[in-house]
């Protein structure tokens, strides 16, 4: 089962070189690194990250077809998968940090996804391509080396159904944000399974914020703020929120339409206030170890098959004592209840 850590570029190359060998010895099965403006630049770390481990998987989650050309993005998860010895793998999405910035537009974003993955693939041929897509285009080129592999895994990360349709129609997994509740993550699977037909199972990855603490509210307080963001900010779609009484009311959401996602998460503070313990449960894993693995099983259950997960540390904790205990006190005996019923 897919377990993955998301970390972005906040720290020195050699503390996250450290923390993906920690989470390796862990057990968690993924390294992702955000491929977030304008944070340390995300294959210089997987780099630094394919160096420092032996047996995890590494890779962008996510990159998007805008900001570097997806040619450019060929020749460096080639690369990575090379160096690490063939553990690379891509995570593709729309983006939404550094466009303002850079001026930067962002047409069709599903289409651009589904024509940049195509692109991708067929470099790895090592022969000459031409590729005349609606969005991407690439004209009789060719990478300088022969990839050790054609075929790299590849997620889309999707927060609508459109762009989890297109996942599960050309992709290896398909990841949602947020869907930390069985309701919504049954959803979710559904409209995915219904995507990729009969004769296919693609991955269902829930991308989940993590704070875990024998004080339940203090590990509930930890990621209130980030709920107000991703709840408020309205960039998610849900599929069962609104049903389960769990969506903010009209007039909360005006007090906060509209605000960049450059301005981070500081703005939310406005309705943080708004933000329920059942609002943080069902779109993250917050709570005590206990707590955790139950909802891990009902996430199990309703028929996602990895989660992502992004520390968020409650008082007293660090990322690393936050991800040993999320491992150790949480995550394996969930995975031991799994066993227990599929025996």
């Not at 805008?66 to 998860?77: C, K, Q």
């Not at 160096?83 to 939404?96: H, K």
């Not at 990855?205 to 107000?228: M, V, W």
């Not at 998460?265 to 170890?289: E, H, N, Q, Y």
């Amino acid at each position: 089962m897919t377990l993955g850590l998301l970390i972005a570029g906040h720290s020195e190359a050699s503390v996250l070189g450290d923390l993906a060998l920690y989470a390796e010895e862990l057990g968690f099965t993924h390294v992702c690194v955000a491929d977030e403006r304008f944070y340390r630049e995300v294959y210089s770390l997987l780099t630094v990250m394919a160096m420092r481990t032996r047996r995890i998987t590494l890779g962008p989650c996510v990159t998007d077809p805008y900001s570097r050309h997806p040619a450019l993005t060929a020749a460096a998860i080639y690369t990575l998968d090379e160096l690490s010895g063939g553990r690379a793998m891509l995570g593709m999405g729309a983006g939404i940090s550094g466009f303002s910035e850079m001026c930067v537009p962002r047409p069709k974003p599903i289409r651009a996804i589904l024509e940049a993955i195509e692109l991708i693939r067929a470099l790895a041929s090592g022969e000459e391509v031409n590729y005349d897509g609606e969005i991407i285009k690439f004209a009789a080129g060719r990478l300088s080396f022969k990839p050790g592999r054609t075929r790299l895994p590849v997620w889309v990360a999707s927060n609508g159904p459109l762009g989890q349709r297109m996942g599960a129609e050309t992709s290896d997994a398909v990841m949602m944000e947020s869907c930390g509740n069985r309701i919504e993550a049954e959803a979710f699977r559904r409209h995915v399974d219904k995507a990729a037909g009969p004769d296919r199972h693609v991955e269902c990855i829930a991308r989940l914020n993590l704070s875990i603490s024998d004080d339940r509210a203090a590990a509930l307080e930890a990621l209130r703020l980030r709920t107000a963001r991703g709840i408020g900010s309205g960039r998610t779609h849900f599929y069962t929120l609104a049903a389960q009484g769990l969506e903010l009311p009209e007039e909360t959401r005006a007090k906060v339409a509209n605000i960049p996602y450059n301005a981070g998460a500081a703005p939310f503070s406005v309705i943080k206030d708004c933000i329920t313990d059942d609002m943080v449960r069902a779109v993250a894993l917050a709570g005590t170890p206990k707590d955790i693995e139950d909802q891990l099983c009902t996430l199990f259950e309703a028929g996602i098959d990895g989660v992502v997960v992004s520390a968020n540390p409650a008082p007293g904790h660090t990322v690393q004592s936050t991800l040993e205990r999320f491992i150790k006190q949480a995550w394996q005996p969930a995975q031991a209840r799994r066993a227990g019923v599929a025996a």
